[in-house]
């Protein structure tokens, strides 16, 4: 905390790509630490971006492309109920489509899918959403906000997944 706190006088914008990670230091943080916590904010990559579209030129959308698919975070929909908008716009104003793909909890929460007494319980319930949804879609063009979340598509799936914003680097 100290450290984000320094980095924050320096008036650099703290921003992370890992919902959970960012959510950990916005709410656990506060809670654990109190006034220890320091006077910081770190913005998730769709928190920094979107409010600042209009720096970046407007692209049409692109003709017969195929669609990006949204994975969220679980904790990152239930703490931030318009994150898959926000992705959305972003990547709207970049000229792409980007659908959310409605799903529950990976499996991984936390630690807990890295148990090895959890380990079939933890795929039972990625087996419910995660599992039936990419395999009907192209890989490729599925993205996937939460570490944790594209940890355990790698686990069971032997793919690699991309965070949107390394499909918006594709786009810009």
Known sequence: AKFLAMVADLDIPLVGVDPAL???YRDEYAEVLGSKRGDFDVLTAHEWLYP???AF???????NQEPWYLFAHCTEKTKMPNAEKEWGAIFAHFGA???TVPVGCCGMAGTFGHEVDKLSMSKDIYNLSW???LDKLDNERCLITGYSCRSQVKRFEGTKPKHPVQALL???
Do not use: F, M
């Open 22 to 24: 960012v959510l950990c």
């Open 52 to 54: 600042r579209l209009e």
């Open 97 to 99: 489509v980007l659908n």
């Open 131 to 133: 599992k039936p949804n």
């Open 170 to 172: 594709t786009l810009v």
């Open 57 to 63: 030129e407007a692209a049409e959308q692109r003709e």
